[in-house]
């Protein structure tokens, strides 16, 4: 069963990219990248969502931040997924960048939920 069903797929991409295998592995990279910007989403989304839900309370400043943190990791990865299909290399440079900031802020998050768990009394 899966010999046939990579036998279709690779017909499929065949008829769409043709016989150029450099193409084909430029579009297979291209499916990879896009895996990893839905898993991305995915991951984002539910970080920030139990922050908001479960972890912080309305009073404290970071609770806003958080909320403006979510659609802006989506219109990141907008703008990623935009990127990557006209191949804009602007529009990827303020991907890069965006990633860049949200990265500082989770891995912010991260340390500020995971620290009081190691320090030692």
């Not at 989304?45 to 659609?71: H, K, M, N």
């Not at 997924?81 to 990265?103: D, V």
């Amino acid at each position: 069963l899966g010999w046939k069903i990579w036998r279709e797929f690779g017909w499929k991409v065949y008829k769409r990219l043709g016989a150029d295998r450099r193409v084909k592995k430029m579009y297979a990279v291209y499916q990879v990248f896009l895996c990893i910007m839905k898993f991305d989403l995915f991951f984002f989304v539910g970080f920030c969502v139990q922050l908001i839900a479960q972890v912080l309370s309305q009073r404290d400043w970071e609770w806003y931040l958080t909320c403006a943190a979510l659609p802006f990791s989506v219109v990141v990865l907008i703008i990623g997924w935009t990127a990557a299909r006209t191949e804009n290399k602007y529009l990827m440079g303020s991907f890069i960048f965006g990633c860049a900031g949200a990265m500082v802020y989770f891995v912010y998050k991260v340390s500020q939920c995971i620290g009081p768990f190691l320090v030692r009394s």
